[in-house]
C-alpha cells in the first residue's frame, strides 16, 4: 500500500511518534477539543501504542505542529483511536485522513495476522464522515459506547 504521507501538499510532514506536552496542550485547545494539564498530557507518549503528527514547514527554524492521532492499545488485538486533531487553519486539506491512514496503515503491518484487530474511536461530530469513508460503522445499536461521568 502506498504511504499515505505521499498525499500531503506541499510543505507538510508526516512524522511517527508524539507532540511534545506544550504541542500537544496547544493543538487539543485550539482544535476545540477539552483542556489537559502537562501530567495528563506527558503520558500520551509513554502510555501511548502509536502515534503519527504532522508538521508544516514555517520560515521560522522550528517546524508547526497542525496535526496529531494516536492509538492506545495492547499491540495484540485491542486499538483505540485517540486525539485526532488538526489545527483549524489546516483542516480540509486532506491531512486528517492521512493522519487516520497512517493509524489504520501501522496497525494492519504490525498486529498479528492470526486474528483481526478490534479498532475503536469514539466520534465526535467534525470526524466522522472522515471515519465513515475509512470503513468505520456506528456501534450502535448493538453496543454503545459509555464514559464514566
Ligand atoms: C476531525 C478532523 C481531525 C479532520 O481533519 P481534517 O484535516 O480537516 O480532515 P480532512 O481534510 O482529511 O477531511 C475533512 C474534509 O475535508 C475535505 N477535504 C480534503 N481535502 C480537501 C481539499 N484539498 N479541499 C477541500 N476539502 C478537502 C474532505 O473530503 C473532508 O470533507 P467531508 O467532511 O465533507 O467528507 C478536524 O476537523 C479536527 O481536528 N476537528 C476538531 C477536533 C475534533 O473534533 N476531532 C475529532 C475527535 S473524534
Redo the contacts with the bound molecule.
Keep these: 500500500m502506498a504511504s499515505p504521507d505521499n498525499s500531503l501538499?506541499e510543505g507538510y510532514k508526516l512524522q511517527t511518534g508524539y507532540p511534545s506536552t506544550s504541542q500537544y496542550i496547544h493543538l487539543r485547545s485550539v482544535?476545540?477539543?477539552s483542556a489537559k494539564t502537562p501530567s495528563q498530557a506527558a503520558a500520551v507518549p509513554t502510555g501511548s501504542w502509536f502515534g503519527c503528527y504532522i508538521t508544516f514547514e514555517t520560515t521560522k527554524d522550528d517546524p508547526q505542529l497542525v496535526?496529531m492521532?494516536r492509538v492506545i492499545g495492547d499491540g495484540g488485538w485491542y486499538f483505540h483511536i485517540a486525539?485526532?486533531?488538526?489545527?483549524?487553519d489546516?483542516?480540509?486539506?486532506?491531512?486528517?485522513?492521512?493522519?487516520?491512514k497512517g493509524l489504520l496503515q501501522h496497525i494492519h503491518r504490525e498486529a498479528p495476522a492470526d486474528g483481526k484487530p478490534y479498532i475503536t474511536?469514539?466520534?465526535?461530530?467534525?470526524?466522522r464522515?472522515?471515519?465513515y469513508?475509512n470503513g468505520f460503522v456506528d456501534a450502535a445499536p448493538g453496543q454503545l459506547g459509555m464514559a464514566l461521568k
Excluded at 486525539?83 to 483549524?88: F, L, S, T, Y
Excluded at 474511536?121 to 470526524?127: I, K, N, Q, R, T
Aim: hydrophobic share 40%; no cysteine; charged share 25%.
Design positions: 501538499p482544535a476545540g477539543l496535526g492521532g486525539d485526532m486533531a488538526v489545527h483549524p489546516h483542516q480540509r486539506k486532506g491531512l486528517g485522513d492521512v493522519i487516520l474511536l469514539f466520534a465526535d461530530e467534525p470526524g464522515r472522515l471515519y469513508k
